[in-house]
């Protein structure tokens, strides 16, 4: 898909949307459409050692035209001081982002386009700019890198001490090298003082210092077109600007022909899926990347978004490694939430991901039918249900009525997960309603798989079977219409949350047709809106309208009503479900996708879905401009449409 950005989109340089390239390392470049950073995560060279060990290093470039005695900068940016600010967003008549980023410029008789590039598998940035001069004067651009040389998400509140020498940029014990087709030279080092006004608006720092040291310019004559180049990289430089750019655009048009969709939203989601999947070689396989600008790879987010992200575009062997990487650190029947860099340890606080694996292993079999990896993976899966039913950390264990209770003191074990010092606005402790949803849909994947391994599935069918009568007996509420969101014995388990969809969309589920039916009807009253679910409903006392400000208050409404894209899988999958899975039912839950689709891929980041909205009246969106599960659910909702649509009950093989 194109999308195109004009002056209507950022009136007077007041941007909001933004691009992404990724490297498959963790590193990325992104800014705003106006080629501003609004947030120290942003810029053009943050380079990956690891998913989460990433450097901001070329942050932006102050760009400038010199055309017959009149100067223009072509940058834009704000300053936390009194510098004015860079105002190139003026002379900018579009932004376009097909196969990655372009910029078109009018003035003083110069056209110029902007390109961006970045180097798959390597931390390594390109800029491509043609310029043609239809000025009576030779004109002179000049580029001047802004350098940081910090980790990611660390605005350096005094000036970085760097060193240029001959395309060589050193300090903070970090190296960019520097390349292009014009004059490189040394600048007198300088600092500035930036403004980030979307971290500011998070409770964030809202300024951060960069440094200046080099200059890229050129001069190009009347009636002349060049093409004009700089290349920056953690590594010494080979190739050209220009051959970075064909391998870029080429790769990102294949990952759209090799998508396997019909849709056209689908094959932009399944394209942007792929920003996601980069690689751990301290795991020694590939894993998924929660969400630009700010997270890294998690095992939630990760068992969350490798259905949509990768089975769904036929990524097996890719799923294939990422499962095997959790289940190496398989420990006491729970997976990493947070890998370990150095020597640190995993953090396992997560009671959702073991179960969400022993799901993905699933939908990777009914895929391929590769009963050896089975055979691999169900001792971790055994054990996983073993701890469960048995106890382990976490206050994760199996109660008498074959239910799961989870989390003690100050754990937060589910997606709602928030911890504000000692205070949980979402404590969850007890037995919450997705994880038991997890839970049956585990046993019964489990009592299916085991004669695969040589083992007798009967006593998971049967545990499954109890589960299954406890669940309806204990979180069903006739008199509501809708599931408890978790059984603690407080006021919170009569709240109405977007958990309790995962109940009516996973699998195998508990309930009875007209349950089901009852309990989607309820969501979609309170929770759904085109953009996401509710967090809460807003009848509650303890809804949220806005998410914004200090952390705190950003916490506190985190998942009190807030608006989260993501579980609209669930949601739209348990409509084609409710619905009987009919064409009919796909016609219809086509209409609600498409009708907003394209403004959702627009709005925020370019071809991206983001983390979340605001409750009330979903905006502008927040948190992360580019979010995995998000782009993973619902792509396979997409999935699911076409399935239908071609009369195949089976995903085709992508």
């Known amino acids: 898909m194109k999308f195109v950005y004009d002056s209507s989109d950022f009136p007077q340089g007041k941007s909001h949307s933004c691009w992404l390239l990724a490297n498959g390392l963790g590193g990325f470049a992104s800014t705003s459409e106006i080629f501003s950073v609004t947030r120290n995560d942003q810029g053009l060279l943050i380079a990956a050692d690891s998913p989460s060990q990433r450097f901001q290093l070329v942050h932006r470039l102050t760009e400038e035209l010199w055309s017959e005695d009149r100067h223009f900068f072509l940058s834009s940016q704000d300053f936390a001081d009194s510098t004015p600010a860079e105002d190139g967003w003026r002379h900018l008549t579009a932004f376009q982002w097909e196969d990655g980023p372009s910029w078109h410029y009018q ?14 598998g390597a931390n390594t940035s390109a800029l491509v700019y043609t310029l043609e001069n239809r000025s009576t004067a030779p004109c002179t651009f000049r580029c001047t890198p802004v350098l940081v040389f910090a980790p ?26 520097f390349s292009g087709n014009g004059t490189l030279s040394s600048l007198p080092p300088a600092a500035q003082n930036l403004s980030y006004a979307d971290d500011e608006k998070d409770g964030r720092n809202p300024s951060g210092y960069g440094m200046t040291c080099l200059a890229a310019q050129w001069t190009v004559e009347p009636g002349q ?3 004009l180049e700089l290349v920056f990289s953690t590594q010494p430089i080979s190739e050209s600007g220009e051959a970075i750019l064909q391998a870029s655009r080429e790769r990102q048009r294949r990952l759209l022909d090799q998508s396997g969709f019909r849709s056209p939203y689908a094959q932009e989601l399944a394209r942007s899926a792929d920003a996601f999947i980069v690689k751990r070689a301290g795991a020694g396989g590939k894993t998924i990347i929660a969400g630009y600008p700010f997270f890294s790879d998690w095992g939630r987010d990760t068992m969350i978004s490798l259905p949509g992200c990768v089975l769904a575009r036929g990524e097996y062997d890719t799923a294939k490694g990422i499962l095997r990487t959790f289940l190496s650190y398989e420990k006491q029947g729970l997976l990493p939430n947070l890998f370990p860099e150095g020597d640190n340890q995993p953090e396992y606080n997560s009671a959702d991901a073991p179960l969400l694996l022993i799901n993905c292993v699933w939908l990777y079999y009914q895929r391929t ?3 050896d990896f089975v055979r691999e993976a169900f001792p971790a899966m055994a054990e996983i249900v073993h701890y469960y039913r048995t106890g382990t950390r976490y206050a994760i264990s199996m109660d008498e009525d074959g239910l799961i209770r989870a989390g003690s003191g100050l754990d937060q074990v589910t997606w709602m997960d928030v911890r504000v010092g000692t205070k949980l606005p979402t404590p969850r402790h007890g037995k919450p309603v997705e994880i038991n949803a997890y839970w049956y849909n585990a046993l019964e994947i489990l009592s299916r798989l085991a004669p695969l391994a040589g083992g007798d599935g009967s006593v998971y069918a049967a545990l499954a079977q109890t589960v299954k009568a406890s669940f309806r007996e204990k979180f069903w509420m006739p008199d509501r219409g809708y599931l408890k969101d978790v059984l603690s014995g407080t006021p919170a388990d009569l709240q109405l949350r977007c958990n309790q969809i995962w109940a009516l969309s996973m699998p195998f589920t508990m309930l009875p047709p007209e349950q089901e039916r009852q309990v989607l009807d309820t969501v979609t009253q309170f929770l759904y809106t085109p953009n996401g679910l509710r967090t809460l409903s807003p009848e509650d006392p303890e809804f949220c309208p806005f998410y914004g400000g200090s952390q705190w208050d950003r916490d506190m409404a985190y998942h009190q009503g807030t608006i989260w894209p993501f579980p609209l899988g669930g949601y739209y999958l348990a409509c084609l479900k409710v619905n009987g899975s009919t064409p009919a039912a796909a016609r219809r839950v086509r209409t609600m996708l498409d009708t907003h689709m394209e403004q959702l891929l627009r709005e925020g980041c ?8 605001d409750a009330l009246h979903p905006g502008p969106s927040k948190g992360c401009f580019a979010q995995a599960w998000s782009v993973g659910e619902v792509l396979r909702v997409y999935e699911a449409l076409e399935e239908i649509e071609s009369g195949s009950s089976e995903p085709e093989n992508r």
């Open 152 to 177: 990611k998400g660390e605005p350096p509140q005094t000036p970085p001490l760097l060193t240029y020498d001959n395309g060589v940029v050193r300090g903070e014990g970090r190296v960019v090298y």
């Open 225 to 227: 077109t060049r093409q």
């Open 369 to 371: 039918k590769d009963a």
């Open 107 to 120: 003035a003083g008789g110069v056209s110029l386009t902007r390109q961006c590039a970045l180097v798959y």
């Open 606 to 613: 370019a071809g991206q879905l983001p983390e979340i909205y």
